[in-house]
């Protein structure tokens, strides 16, 4: 009666968590340290747009952005990757990136890749979208270890041919989600070369691009123009969830190829369920404002300075190069949250949770993550308490 594909998949991970933990009584006040839900305000002028705009909700919204909306996310890809694609046939928004990244393998994965059944790769451990999205096209999800020895990105490039023949479309986070990775100019470098060599998509998963130590993450597009790739090689997808404190507004967008934007608007026209108006009013003013993001970046390395003052030298820590969470080395991550939640009353999420099980093992069970998403006061606590438990 329901399909087969569907029948083994491991319970979704908060799920797991809740199962694992809420049957104890915490050891503590409760610090909640698992959903990268920000918690930074948003800018305080939204209201005002949201107020003027209200009436708004009394319309259909366009269904692929308004124009000034794909116009103001066309403006932001050049101001911060150096790129302009065609707002009216590259750019569509979207109600939040999740949509986008389920969607693009249904819009853009053929039935067959090389006469065989389609192979999508994504690393492991990942955002479980990636996997569903294969598995929705009954596409083979292909996990790729994304450990410390690499640097905790996935190494396409060491996959067999007769493996990469087939593959239709690769995904990649960058920042990545859990461990803070970002990729170099020279990874997506090597990673759209070898799309363009077996000839599949890269779906690149950007949207924690703008919280980070040091030096902006380099995008795929602007790599993909640089080496002149195929204008549908690369298909990339942001929000102003983390940006912009604001994962309430279910606002994003997909770039890429005019031919690859095309089919999922088409996609789109059907299944999809838009972004009422007045949210893009909002959306159309906040991807053109940078200054609320600047103040959102500094309290967010605060929290990098914060982080490795705790646990710098302890358990081969790696602080983050961006996004908002820790990556913490443990014997065993289920256990670990446990003694957390019984000891402390600190929440956190097991690496196992969003990671696969494969014949190599699975690389997210000696990790837990931690959302430094909380006021600072509360995180540098939370922080405090998870150290002296877990590794005291």
Known sequence: ?????????????????????????????????????????????????????????????????????????????????????????????????????????????????????????????????????????????????????????????????????????AYICSPANPQGAVASRAYWAELIGLAEKYDFQVFADECYSEIYRGDPPVGALEVAAELGAHPDRVVVFHSLSKRSNLPGLRSGFVAGGAESIARVKQLRAYSGAPLPLPLQRVAEAVWADEAHVHENRALYREKYVAADEIFGGMNSYQGPEAGFFLWLPVEDGETAALKSWTETGVRVLPGAYLSRDTEQGNPGKGYIRVAMVAPMDELRDGLIALRDCIYG
């Not at 991970?13 to 948003?42: Q, S, Y």
């Not at 596409?139 to 410390?148: E, I, K, Q, S």
Request: aromatic residues 10%; proline residues 12%; glycine residues 8%.
């Open 1 to 169: 009666m329901f399909p087969e594909r569907f029948s083994n998949l491991p319970a979704y991970a908060f799920p797991r968590l809740r199962a694992l933990l809420d049957p104890h009584p915490a050891g503590g006040a409760v610090r909640h340290m698992t959903i990268g839900e920000p918690k930074h305000a948003f800018p305080a002028w939204i209201a005002d747009i949201l107020a003027r705009e209200i009436a708004g909700f009394g319309q259909y919204p366009p269904n692929d952005g308004t124009p000034e909306l794909r116009a103001a996310i066309s403006d932001w890809l050049h101001r911060r990757y150096g790129v302009r694609p065609d707002p009216e046939t590259q750019v569509m928004a979207l109600n939040g990136t999740r949509e986008g990244l389920y969607n693009a393998c249904m819009a853009l994965v053929p039935e067959e890749k090389a006469g065989q059944k389609p192979a999508i790769l994504m690393p492991n451990p990942f955002y479980q979208v990636y996997m569903i999205g294969a598995i929705s096209v009954q596409a083979d999800p292909v996990f790729v270890p994304a450990t410390r020895e690499g640097g905790f990105l996935p190494d396409y490039t060491s996959l067999p041919p007769d493996l990469l023949n087939r593959v239709a479309a």
